[in-house]
């Protein structure tokens, strides 16, 4: 092996000279650019109506676009709390025919006054607790007879002669509820003419 000696430099500036791979100690001053060549490239004038043109255009789609998604809120917190209030209708109106059939019991056990006893200490009971139940999820019954004759609340089956209830519901064949507030099933009566 062979010594080298530190004093000696790996590449002298002969050879360096000779190869023409000497450092460049010249700056390309064409690719700077100054602060005056970035103000020249932007216009000399900004136009301000134009400016302002796309602002309020931008402002006019955000609240239309804000206005859209409030009516979208408003409209399904709606939907949601009608839903609620008619959720249980479907089961209301299949336990309509029951509380028919009690009311048709009721009136059978009334005119025996043994029969009425027991009913009202038994089935009667039952009865109230359901109807009870019932009318804290918002169904309520609608009164008919006696009143005056609504089609938009009662449904005539038929027209008596009655010249003292003229207009009015004479005899309630099937009784109307609602359920909150809504008509769930319209009362069957009789009028009088």
């Not at 791979?21 to 136009?47: F, I, M, Y």
């Not at 400016?51 to 809120?73: I, S, V």
Request: no cysteine; proline share 4%; aromatic share 4%.
């Amino acid at each position: 092996m062979s010594k080298n000696n530190d004093d000696q430099p790996i590449v002298d500036d002969e050879m360096l000279n000779h190869s023409d791979a000497a450092p460049e100690e010249q700056v390309v001053e064409e690719d700077l650019k100054t602060d005056g060549d970035l103000q020249e490239e932007r216009p000399d004038q900004v136009d301000l109506d134009e400016l302002q043109q796309r602002l309020q255009e931008k402002e006019d789609r955000y609240l239309r676009l804000y206005a859209e998604f409030d009516n979208y809120k408003r409209r399904t917190q709606r939907e949601r709390l009608e839903m609620m209030d008619t959720a249980g209708s479907k089961t209301m109106k299949a336990l309509l025919p029951v509380l028919d059939d009690f009311d048709r019991a009721a009136q059978l056990a009334e005119q025996d006054e043994a029969t009425a006893e027991i009913w009202n200490n038994g089935i009667g009971l039952v009865r109230k607790k359901l109807l009870s139940a019932l009318a804290s999820q918002g169904l309520k019954p609608m009164e008919s007879t006696g009143e005056e004759y609504n089609p938009d609340l009662f449904e005539a089956v038929t027209e008596v002669p009655h010249p003292e209830m003229k207009g009015k519901v004479v005899d309630t064949i099937e009784r109307g509820y609602t359920l909150n507030g809504r008509i769930i099933r319209h009362a069957k009566v009789v009028v009088g003419k």
